[in-house]
T-cell receptor, first 113, second 117 residues
Framework: DGGITQSPKYLFRKEGQNVTLSCEQNLNHDAMYWYRQDPGQGLRLIYYSHIVNDFQKGDIAEGYSVSREKKESFPLTVTSAQKNPTAFYLC????????????FGQGTRLTVV | EDKVVQSPLSLVVHEGDTVTLNCSYEVTNFRSLLWYKQEKKAPTFLFMLTSSGIEKKSGRLSSILDKKELFSILNITATQTGDSAVYLCAVEIPRLNYGGSQGNLIFGKGTKLSVKP
């Protein structure tokens, strides 16, 4: 079955540590996205990539980094510079072109302890 | 600044009621508007709207877009407890500094719908 897989589902991090969230898709989509979801805030765009080896900052990129070495993979690193990292993180992908729906992974809930 | 505003932010109804969720937007170069349902984790796609006045329908759910007044509504008739979820509205806009044929999605904050038995 085609889809997007995020791992892990739950992640605990100590303050000062970097953590990497995995996102893999086998839908052959060119575009991939990372969103952060906080209660009452909807989805906010962290980073996006429309092609391998290229990515762009979204609205809240500070404290995060990404890579896009393969079409299928778009990992997100939450660095120690992110002051409030506890949140629900969603990865999404879309086909190239206009008016295409985004498909989402099941999300990773990150908690700083 | 591009923005998508959903209302109400939360809503509690009883089974059998009909509800209308609202989504208004202010964006440059509108391409499409999408509705998603988020029950627990992954949002699932409901509708994509690109043209004004054409209703999209799926079972008890329907949606319509008004590009002149810059809003969309999502209707749910004869609500069931399984309709309880957060409903997200997103608008597609062109990527900044990119001449290709793809945009990004801007999401509203969502409407949390609770359907009581």
């Amino acid at each position: 079955d085609g889809g997007i897989t995020q791992s892990p589902k739950y992640l605990f991090r100590k303050e000062g540590q970097n953590v990497t969230l995995s996102c893999e898709q086998n839908l052959n989509h060119d575009a991939m996205y990372w969103y952060r979801q906080d209660p009452g805030q909807g989805l906010r765009l962290i980073y996006y990539s429309h092609i391998v080896n290229d990515f762009q900052k979204g609205d809240i990129a500070e404290g995060y980094s990404v890579s896009r070495e393969k079409k299928e993979s778009f990992p997100l690193t939450v660095t120690s510079a992110q002051k409030n990292p506890t949140a629900f993180y969603l990865c999404a992908s879309r086909r190239d072109g206009w008016n295409t729906e985004a498909f989402f992974g099941q999300g990773t809930r990150l908690t700083v302890v | 600044e591009d923005k998508v505003v959903q209302s109400p932010l939360s809503l509690v109804v009883h089974e059998g009621d009909t509800v209308t969720l609202n989504c208004s937007y202010e964006v440059t170069n509108f391409r499409s508007l999408l509705w998603y349902k988020q029950e627990k984790k992954a949002p699932t796609f409901l509708f994509m709207l690109t043209s004004s006045g054409i209703e999209k329908k799926s079972g008890r759910l329907s949606s319509i877009l008004d590009k002149k007044e810059l809003f969309s509504i999502l209707n749910i008739t004869a609500t069931q407890t399984g309709d309880s979820a957060v409903y997200l509205c997103a608008v597609e806009i062109p990527r900044l500094n990119y001449g290709g044929s793809q945009g990004n999605l801007i999401f509203g904050k969502g409407t949390k719908l609770s359907v009581k038995p």
